[in-house]
């Protein structure tokens, strides 16, 4: 079976640093994603790795070494809208196809 | 370019009842992903479809289907529903079925059983 971990809640300070860690257990790899998911909405894209190392887009970093099966996402400078649920996602190959395959997710709260 | 949309919203169905659910995906996208969120369970992957092949399917019964139209619209059918069955369903649209692009999600169906 597959199995990805991450822990279910977080708390941080505005402002602050935080990281969300994700390690995944699966039968073969082709990439990990990080989407963002607020109360009541839709998850959004935030980050896409296939190759080992640190990716970085604004405030928003995310890592991977596939050796490891690790990941995490940095999120600095942090703000009370960045309160949501952080899902980590893992691209399998599965039929001859890809299959994408979700943690639980991290609830982050940032609190002033 | 308009996004994922999902009708209904909310739902609210009675034990042993079935429900057909609609996502229109983004236009030119012909991958749709459909997936069941609950609480305690997170994201679970149903099924995928392709220029209206099913590609992939999760751990849900048989009583857990789909099918996609020639316009990449998507539709997810679940028969005899159970209270288990209450929940978020959400689908998902890429431009390609490769797994290496990102998902665009809808707002989801909310699906209460009684």
């Known amino acids: 079976g597959q199995n990805i971990d991450q822990p279910t809640e977080m708390t941080a300070t505005e402002g602050a640093i935080v990281q969300i860690n994700c390690t995944y257990q699966?039968?073969?790899?082709?990439?990990l994603f990080w989407y963002q998911q607020h109360a009541g909405e839709a998850p959004t894209f935030l980050s896409y790795n296939v190759l080992d190392g640190l990716e970085e887009k604004g405030r928003f970093s995310s890592f991977l070494s596939r050796s490891k099966g690790y990941s995490y996402l940095l999120l600095k400078e942090l703000q009370m809208k960045d309160s949501a649920s952080y899902l980590c996602a893992v691209s399998i190959p599965s039929g001859g196809y890809q299959k994408v395959t979700f943690g639980i997710g991290t609830k982050l709260q940032v609190i002033p | 370019k308009a996004g994922v949309t999902q009708t209904p919203r909310y739902l609210i169905k009675t034990r042993g009842q079935q429900v057909t659910l609609s996502c229109s995906p983004i236009s030119g996208h012909r991958s749709v992903s459909w997936y069941q969120q609950t609480p305690g369970q997170g994201l679970q992957f149903l099924f995928e479809?392709?220029?209206?092949?099913?590609?992939n399917k999760g751990n849900f019964p048989g009583r857990f289907s789909g099918r996609q139209f020639s316009n990449s619209r998507s539709e997810m059918n679940v028969s005899t529903l159970e209270l288990g069955d209450s929940a978020l369903y959400l689908c998902?649209?890429?431009?390609?079925?490769?797994?290496?692009?990102?998902?665009?999600f809808g707002p989801g169906t909310r699906l209460t059983v009684t």
């Open positions: 998902a649209s890429r431009l390609r079925g490769d797994g290496m692009h990102e998902q665009y």
């Open positions: 479809y392709f220029s209206e092949t099913q590609r």
């Open positions: 699966t039968s073969g790899f082709n990439g």
